[in-house]
């Protein structure tokens, strides 16, 4: 089961992925979205937890200021 919120990011994520991208910041999909980078942080930390039965992988790529999240369909 995923929430609402976690539905409209999983969308967003698969446009994007759709359109060639792999690689996303939470301060980013947060703008386009109209939600926190925070918000959007723990979304995406929830659903790797989910990633299997979701169909797609998502792994922290780079930790710095922000999280790069790598993001790709299996």
Request: aromatic fraction near 10%.
């Amino acid at each position: 089961m995923t929430t609402e919120k976690e539905d409209k990011i999983l969308f967003y994520l698969r446009d994007s992925i759709d359109k060639g991208k792999c690689f996303f910041k939470s301060k980013y999909i947060a703008k386009e979205l109209g939600l926190s980078p925070k918000q959007v942080g723990t979304t995406l930390f929830n659903l790797s937890q989910k990633q299997d039965i979701l169909g797609i992988e998502i792994k922290p790529y780079s930790v710095a200021i922000s999280t790069t999240w790598r993001i790709r369909l299996i």
